[in-house]
């Protein structure tokens, strides 16, 4: 599932190579009719026409600027892609909205689960209110307020929820706590003052390295060229159940946290202190 490091990348790499670009036609595909797009939104008249001036992201949002001062938002969900193609390359699978540009190049928006979703927006308040501060708009005032707010059970859970650090997903999640050696079914009541410091600073530091590899290409994420990230290959702990611990040999577990996905390491996490509340 693309997180903040992916559409960082995405954002970065058409701010890289598309601003000043004219929309000249924007359509739907067959798939398109499952897009989740806005309630009576005609994208071919809101978009045609328009220029590209600038991309940016909020949480996992990437919002695409145009001249008409509307803003693209894209959601890319579980299976997103937003990849940039010459008009004669091959069709992708599952294409379900299409850009097509003044240079002959074609934006297009694939999603294999259907989940995805893609709207105008005038006012990007409507996307700020559904989400709270990324870890780099966080301090640790703020972190640890939204901390003891969380109506989650599990550390684990509460990084995860848009609401209390936006931009974390289930990759980053296991990865910081391994970083920051808490224990992801510890309660986010019980972490101390110390470990709430590491915990922020291991979760940016995580998410710079996404950036630095140009994402995490575990299933479907793809960059704005249609090139896997290499993050993967530097994973810690996300993905390697029964393998040796890079710090201590120790076998990573793999469990389910409330549905998620989760490894860390029982030696380098110890499970010693697992109050909730």
Known sequence: MPELPEV??????????????????????????????????????????????????????????????????????????????????????FTRMVLNLDDGKQLRFNDRNGAAEAFISENLEEIKDKVAADAFETDLTLFSKNLLSSDKKTIKETIVDQRI????????????????????????????????????????????????????????????????????????VYGKGNRPCSNCSTSIEFTEINGRRTHYCPKCQPDNQLTLF
């Not at 600038?54 to 509307?70: E, F, H, P, V």
């Not at 803003?71 to 892609?81: S, Y």
């Not at 999640?173 to 110390?194: H, M, V, Y």
């Open 8 to 93: 960082t990348t995405i954002v970065n790499d058409i701010n890289d190579k598309l601003v000043g670009r004219t929309i000249i036609e924007a359509r739907l595909t067959s798939f398109g009719e499952n897009l989740r797009v806005k309630s009576k939104q005609d994208l071919d008249q809101l978009l045609t026409g328009k220029k590209i001036e600038k991309a940016q992201r909020k949480a996992k949002y990437l919002l695409l600027k145009l001249s008409s001062g509307d803003n693209l938002v894209i959601h890319l969900k579980l299976t997103g892609q937003f990849i940039l193609r010459d008009k004669s390359a091959k069709a992708d699978e």
């Open 165 to 236: 650090i936006a931009g974390v997903g289930n990759i980053y999640a296991d990865e910081a706590l391994f970083l920051a050696k808490i224990n992801p079914s510890r309660g986010p009541k019980a972490l101390t003052e110390d470990e709430q410091i590491t915990l922020l600073d291991s979760i940016k530091q995580v998410l710079n390295e996404g950036i630095e590899h140009r994402g995490t290409t575990i299933d479907s994420y793809r960059d704005l060229l249609g090139n896997p990230g290499t993050h993967q290959n530097f994973l810690r």
